[in-house]
């Protein structure tokens, strides 16, 4: 496939140039040459990773660890990874990219194999959108190259997620501002909103002067968006307390449906960055978000997340967008009282409200964000708790035709949020139902949750106790999930167990002085039989719960149990 010898200028000499011959899977062939003196031995491990990568066909991850902790100087480095280019494995590019960027600008010669990427229809967006990137750090300034991306603006194949990434770049390499504009002027009229907003942005930034105001005070025409439009934007953002002036030409802009969907995207930046807006500006952000156009949807959702969370009337807004008829406009209206954590507690029967409307044709993400909000607030929200309770009945209408893992997704998420907003009574029977019936072929996620929530009662869960010694013993799914989100994706610090959750739960239960507690957490302790075969987590979680039973004054009972 591929073959590598060392050239030996002398026998004296140590030094050498290394010549690879790396041949992809599509028949292609890259040459990489050191012509600058390499150490024998920094030249051996890099023929060998190179070497292991090519044959690596299925796994190249390990090799590609490899060569990043080698640390080439840019003489060694940039060749290596600019030929790396033309390996046909995503994982291998996007290494080879990475590599790259950290070279910063020593990394101008593999500007234009880089850019060969742009239109190489082999190529995922992922990584064409991670070599504009990369020629962004590298900051290329051959004028050929320049050229060259300016073609790409022009072509009629260029993808848009790519024309995005270009549009800036250019801007950043400053060509000259005529010939860039001759480009960029037609893409407002592209079929992509991102590309007609990246366009506009960058015309904006082009523009020599932005004291052009008939945007907001004029008729919108063409004429008027082709000049320092969004220059203007930017001027008002800067404006500090004159700012407040503008809010309501920005409502307008964001509002009307004759507003260039560019030009909208820009007032929603805009408000969302002025600093405090008033309740108009609020609830126009809201209301963008349920816009049919994506693009202008996703952007009002962003930012969103940039307003002032203390500002009373955002709550009273954001309670009354649960009950818009735009799904994403009641998912943004919960992301919002989730930021504002215990502050939302206002809003706490609004989000009761929200889940007693909901049914089987409800996301399912949308009933864990009304979820989330209620867990931020915490015990302030406990009002919540029997609404919480009797959706825990499986004649509930939220399970109607949802799938098994959904459902039981959904009821043990139920689970963790009482275990952050309290527990009544009335939710005793569905936290023993799933203690006791652990379903052994199924991730015992709902079981998990139910440990939790019992923890979360303290003492008063004392009759769950033998149902969470059952559970240490028990044979589960081996897979692990967090409670900490309802996402199935999860980082990795999240993980926990049903095991785990059960000896945390009678931690918290405190039950020191029942001796079968003790003795199987001494047993457990110790890795003795029949739990030798179980996580070793367990093992030190079992010694911390058999010391902080000791910490609370039980020490000597406990160890006399032991015995």
């Known amino acids: ?179 860039l504009k001759a480009q960029i002027l037609p893409l407002l009229r592209h079929a992509d909103l991102g590309v007609q907003f990246a366009a506009f942005r960058a015309l904006g930034e082009l523009a020599s002067t932005g004291d052009d105001n008939r945007l907001l005070t004029g008729p919108k025409t063409a004429n008027t968006l082709l ?51 008033d309740a108009s500006a609020a609830r126009a952000l809201f209301n963008a978000v349920g816009a049919v156009d994506e693009f202008i949807s996703q952007s009002a959702t962003e930012n969103l997340s940039h307003l002032d969370m203390g500002r009373p009337h955002l709550l009273t807004i954001a309670s009354e ?55 931020t607030i915490g ?46 009574e009335s939710s005793y029977p569905y936290i023993l139902d799933a203690l006791a019936h652990v379903d052994e072929q199924l991730l015992a996620y709902e079981a998990a949750a139910a440990a939790r929530v019992a923890g979360s009662i303290g003492p008063r869960a004392r009759p769950f106790v033998p149902y969470l010694l059952r559970a240490l013993g028990k044979r589960t799914a081996e897979e692990e999930f967090s409670l900490e989100r309802f996402d199935p994706i999860f980082p990795r610090e999240e993980a926990t167990t049903f095991q785990i959750e059960a000896i945390r739960a009678l931690v918290q239960i405190q039950p020191v002085d029942d001796p079968d507690v003790i003795h199987v957490l001494t047993k457990l302790s110790t890795a003795s039989a029949p739990f030798a075969h179980l996580d070793s987590r367990l093992f030190s979680e079992a010694r911390r719960a058999l010391q902080m039973f000791a910490d609370h004054g039980q020490g000597k009972t406990a160890t006399g149990l032991a015995n």
């Open 1 to 179: 496939m591929w073959m590598a010898r060392p050239f030996m200028s002398s026998k004296r000499s140590r030094d050498y140039t290394l010549v690879v011959v790396l041949a992809t899977t599509l028949g292609g062939v890259a040459i990489v040459s050191y012509p600058t003196p390499v150490a024998s031995e920094t030249g051996e491990v890099l023929e060998r990773s190179l070497r292991k990568l090519a044959e690596a066909r299925d796994d190249p991850y390990r090799w590609l660890a490899i060569l990043k902790d080698l640390s080439l100087e840019p003489a060694r480095g940039v060749p290596a990874y600019t030929g790396l280019l033309s390996d046909v494995r995503e994982p291998v590019r996007r290494h080879a990219l990475r590599a790259l960027q950290a070279y910063g600008i020593a990394a101008r010669p593999a500007a234009h194999t880089i850019v060969s990427l742009l239109d190489d229809i082999s190529v995922s967006p992922e990584t064409q959108v991670l070599a504009v990137n990369t020629l962004e750090t590298i900051k290329p300034q051959q004028s050929t190259l320049i050229r060259a991306l300016i073609d790409y603006l022009a072509a009629s194949d260029s993808k848009a997620h790519v024309i995005v990434r270009v549009i800036p770049l250019l801007v950043l390499l400053r060509p000259e501002a005529s010939v």
């Open 227 to 277: 000049e320092g439009g969004y220059r203007l934007f930017i001027q008002i953002r800067h404006a500090g307390a004159e700012s407040s002036s503008w809010l309501p030409a920005l409502v307008r802009l964001v509002q009307e449906d004759g507003t260039p969907a560019f030009v909208r995207v820009a007032a929603i930046e805009t408000l969302a960055h002025i600093g405090r807006i």
């Open 321 to 375: 967008g649960l009950r818009h008829d735009n799904p994403r406009v009641r998912r943004q209206a919960a992301v919002i009282l989730k930021a504002m954590g215990p502050n939302a507690a206002p809003a706490t029967e609004a989000l009761c409200a929200a889940l007693r409307r909901a049914n089987g044709q409800t996301a399912s993400f949308l009933i864990a964000a009304y979820l989330d909000a209620l867990r």
């Open 379 to 424: 015990r302030a929200a406990d009002s919540a708790s029997e609404t919480i309770s009797d959706l825990l009945s499986y004649r509930s209408v939220i399970y109607a035709d949802r799938d098994t893992l959904d459902v039981l997704r959904m009821r043990a998420y139920l689970l963790v949020v009482l275990s952050d907003i309290g527990a009544p």
